[in-house]
């Protein structure tokens, strides 16, 4: 796995170089130490060789050490860390691979390590059932990046453009870094809230919703299984309070970086209690129960950061120390397996009132 793993990540990083207009995100160009990059990469490509010959040398089956070898051997044709820095950078549409191989490489840095530690469940392995299937979203939605960036400002900039004011905003741009941050917290989740509460309750909307909640196993890929129409719907109605009072961007990136880290943690495989705390700020214990198949856990805990908006609306399920006994969908035609299905599901489902 480690041999394939790197190889995949070496492969992409050499496309990066290869097409970087179209695979990388504008953004973050400017900002790569590119002598350290191909040192990393070169040493990711001996790594990638290494493990793969040990596993072909170790290992019964073959496959995945021969899958590992070959993946480096394609990235070393390519050109390996002497990859030239291929085409003049332009701006236009991109995919963002090398967000994807970035995200991958801090997220199972992260997880990985604390999931094992501090497991819920002991016993879970990393490559649980279903992982091909959130790893695929979780590739989609870094590559396609620009995609959802616009998914999510376009609503609000062409439906509310006649609404927003350049007074309020230089007001509220001004306000301390701290009370910007806690103020878009507080805006989104009430909006969040409710939009995910709408997408349990309006039969139509759970079509789409129900693929995020057919996830059987919780751990921090499982976070990322969420319909694109889902994701459209709820990212760009949370934009419009922000979009309107205008804030300042380093508040808003802290904010974006802050929601992509707890989204991801409140699905993760830990054990954390945090006491008190977690009544203030979002746990995995909360989120857990949102996704626990039981039936007194059937659409509580809709809130992202506040469990004090589910308490307030009449929604919070947060029992002592226990935790849900299993995960999933209570009711209704099982969701099948894979990206692709999973997307056309929604629009072909004819169960009533699913
Ligand atoms: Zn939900
Ligand atoms: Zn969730």
Redesign the pocket.
Known sequence: MVSVALGAIGLAAVFCFHFPSLLTVPELRALYPVPFIRALLHLVLVWSFVAGVISVCLRHRKILGMTGIGLTLVAALLGGSRVPLDGELRSGPFLGLDWFVLNLIAYSALFIPLERIFARRPGQDVLRKGWRTDLVYFFLSALLVQVTTLLTMMPAMTLFAWASSARIQAVVSSWPFVVQFVAILVLTDVVQYWV?RA??RVPFLWRF?RI??SADVMDWLAGSRLHLVDVAVTRGLTYVPIYLLGFAEPPLFAYVAFVSIQATFIHANVRFHFGPLRWVLATPQFHHW?HGAEREAVDKN?AVHLPVLDRLFGTCYLPGDRWPASYGLVDGTPVPPGYVRQLLAPFKSRTPGV
Do not use: L, P, W
């Open positions: 995910h997408f349990h919703h995020h909640h949102h809709f």
